[in-house]
């Protein structure tokens, strides 16, 4: 099976989506996934002068574009989350920047998060939005991907209630391997994934060493508490074959690692992907 290994320009904390496409294919793989918005949230710190945003005048965004031509990088989907789903004015920013992300790059996938609602009424308007954002995707044959995230996608129950209740196909999951020790305690990320492994269409290969609230994410392969040959498996059951982006947030408390230290680590997780079997064949 042919998969796509990618790494999420985040990886390269404040050094942004420039030094990522200049860099990524020396840590042996060709794809990102890129950062439509700043980034402020557990210590990782990204500016929004260090991404593409929907708001770049288009001399920005071609400059960009050629940089990655120049590179030969491509750009395995668009990480447009951020905004809050639960309101109008969110739905309709997380859909400018869908639509930015069809129009210049022309991706497969958006990842962006489902929000968090405090009440029945509140869940019910994540649902429309949801739907309706998933019409705006599928206009331009993109699958919504939503993040594993503290709320209706933070445990493989509540993905499924979810995905019941939005009932879109182009409306699916972005699993990330990391976030579920983070939010949820005591869960096993395999046996979540096992169970959601049908409407996974992005997956964040995040490490961690699987405490709770624990903001530990290192290379992967260096945390241990994930078994990512396993979760291989898992996803070539239902014969999935990508994206797989690797996504580094760093250690609480560590002081900024710096572009050369993130980049060895981005580097150091495709060589512990390709000991997994993941690289075995690459799109």
Not at 7 to 35: K, M, Q, W
Not at 189 to 209: A, G, M, S, T
Not at 247 to 270: K, T
Request: proline share 4%.
């Amino acid at each position: 099976m042919k998969r796509i290994i990618s790494c999420f320009t985040n990886s390269y904390g404040p050094s942004g989506v420039r030094a990522a496409a200049e860099r990524i294919r020396d840590a042996g793989i060709a794809h990102l996934e890129l950062a439509l918005r700043g980034h402020n949230f557990g210590g990782l710190v990204i500016p929004e002068s260090a991404v593409i945003t929907e708001k770049d005048d288009d001399r920005t965004v071609e400059d960009f574009k050629a940089l990655l031509s120049r590179h030969e990088v491509v750009i395995s989907g668009c990480n447009v989350g951020g905004a809050d789903i639960r309101t109008v004015e969110g739905r309709d920013l997380t859909e400018r920047r869908i639509r930015f992300a069809a129009r210049w790059f022309a991706v497969p996938i958006c990842v962006t998060g489902a929000g968090q609602p405090t009440s029945t009424a509140e869940r019910k308007s994540i649902v429309t939005n949801l739907r309706h954002l998933g019409d705006v995707a599928a206009e331009s044959g993109i699958t919504l991907a939503l993040e594993t995230h503290k709320g209706p996608t933070q445990n493989a129950a509540a993905m499924l209630a979810l995905m019941s209740d939005v009932d879109h196909p182009s409306v699916r999951l972005n699993f990330d391997t990391g976030n579920i020790a983070y939010y949820n305690q005591d869960a096993d990320p395999c046996d979540e994934l096992e169970r959601v492994k049908h409407l996974v269409r992005n997956v964040h290969i995040k490490d961690n060493r699987g405490g709770f609230e624990d903001w530990y994410f290192p290379a992967v392969g260096d945390g241990g508490a994930v078994d990512f040959v396993r979760v291989r498996k898992i996803l070539d059951s239902v014969d999935f074959a990508g994206p797989y982006t690797i996504e580094i947030e760093g250690i609480g408390g560590e002081p900024e690692p710096g572009l050369e230290a993130r980049h060895e680590r981005v580097a150091r997780s495709v060589r512990h992907l390709r000991a997994c079997g993941y690289l075995d064949e690459q799109a």
